[in-house]
């Protein structure tokens, strides 16, 4: 079910509308924060088991995996910026503050390729 309907987004909203776009091995949350002109994206490596029982059952959310040390560090996540986020100025990850080179793919859109991380991510667009 959640296929479909990630599938029907990606039907109903134009790739011009898209802010932020993530392509990754693992499951990964995103949240975008605007601070005046600067532009924050958290990225959260979620578990593989992780799930919603919210979708059938809205009164009984349960998240049941254990937290464990030693998880898997996520490599090559690409994310996919609108051109309108990405105004030409600096963009770092906040974890080791190193400037990170954007790629323009020509289709209204860069790519920034994240640094490795275990639990999270931070990047900062000034």
Not at 8 to 21: A, D, F, G, K, M
Not at 67 to 75: A, F, N, P
Not at 96 to 122: M, Y
């Amino acid at each position: 079910m959640k296929k479909i309907f990630e599938d029907l987004i990606y039907q109903v909203i134009p790739e011009s509308q898209r802010l932020v776009e993530v392509e990754s091995s693992a499951p990964v949350e995103v949240s975008l924060t605007r601070q005046g002109d600067r532009i924050i994206i958290h990225f959260v490596h979620c578990s593989q088991g992780r799930r919603s029982n919210a979708l059938t059952d809205l009164n009984n959310y349960t998240h049941r995996e254990p937290i464990i040390d030693g998880t898997s560090m996520l490599t090559n996540v690409n994310v996919y910026l609108n051109k309108e986020l990405y105004t030409g100025g600096k963009i770092h990850s906040l974890l080791d503050n190193k400037a990170i080179k954007p790629i323009d793919n020509g289709e209204g859109r860069i790519r920034i390729q994240l640094p490795d991380f275990s639990l999270s991510q931070v990047l900062i667009i000034e």
